[in-house]
């Protein structure tokens, strides 16, 4: 494993953790050259299913994407990197378990609302009032009043 530091090719493994819900493995490891740390994770390869854009463009599923979009709306809450990690899983879970060989984005967006209104209330009211492009402040307003009870 290349280190993502310096890019020296030797890297030593530290520390060796299985996930709890045992789907994919963390590795501490450090470099040989530098010797700073850093992680890995080792999962099984899967294929996604294609995602369907609004206009009717298929692209290929991008885990990045998604962490993107959690990442952004939680931007400055108070939720650990574990729990995102968690919920992205769970989303990722669920598209597999689909299977469906194509599947509509908005779907995937109802997912990361679900998972978002679990983790956060403001990140899923900020995600959702961009998500469902609120036209005026009382489709924001129900939102709110939606998530306060």
Same mark, same amino acid.
Do not use: W
């Given at each position: 494993?290349?280190?993502?530091?310096?890019?020296?090719?030797?890297?030593?493994?530290?520390?060796?953790?299985?996930?709890?819900?045992?789907?994919?493995?963390?590795r501490r490891r450090q470099c040989?050259?530098?010797?700073?740390?850093?992680?890995?994770?080792?999962?099984?390869?899967?294929?996604?299913?294609?995602?369907?854009?609004?206009?009717?463009?298929?692209?290929?599923?991008?885990?990045?994407?998604?962490?993107?979009?959690?990442? #952004?709306? /939680?931007?400055? !809450?108070? =939720?650990?990197?574990?729990?995102? %990690?968690?919920?992205?899983? *769970?989303?990722?879970? &669920? $598209? #597999?378990? /689909?299977?469906? !060989?194509? =599947?509509?984005?908005?779907?995937? %967006?109802?997912?990361?609302? *679900?998972?978002?209104? &679990? $983790?956060?209330?403001?990140?899923?009211?900020?995600?959702?009032?961009?998500?469902?492009?609120?036209?005026?402040?009382?489709?924001?307003?129900? $939102?709110?009043?939606?998530?306060?009870?």
């Open positions: 494993m290349k280190c993502p530091f310096c890019s020296h090719t030797e890297t030593q493994v530290v520390e060796t953790r299985v996930s709890e819900d045992g789907n994919f493995i963390r040989g050259s530098c010797e700073k740390r850093f992680t890995t994770y080792e999962r099984p390869e899967v294929n996604f299913p294609i995602i369907v854009k609004k206009d009717g463009r298929r692209i290929e599923y991008d885990a990045s994407k998604l962490r993107g979009s959690f990442s #952004l709306a /939680l931007r400055k !809450r108070p =939720v650990s990197t574990e729990q995102v %990690g968690a919920a992205i899983d *769970r989303v990722e879970e &669920k $598209l #597999l378990n /689909l299977g469906l !060989r194509e =599947v509509q984005s908005n779907r995937i %967006g109802e997912l990361v609302m *679900r998972e978002l209104k &679990k $983790l956060d209330k403001v990140a899923y009211v900020r995600f959702a009032s961009v998500y469902r492009s609120f036209e005026d402040i009382d489709e924001f307003k129900t $939102l709110v009043d939606e998530v306060r009870r």
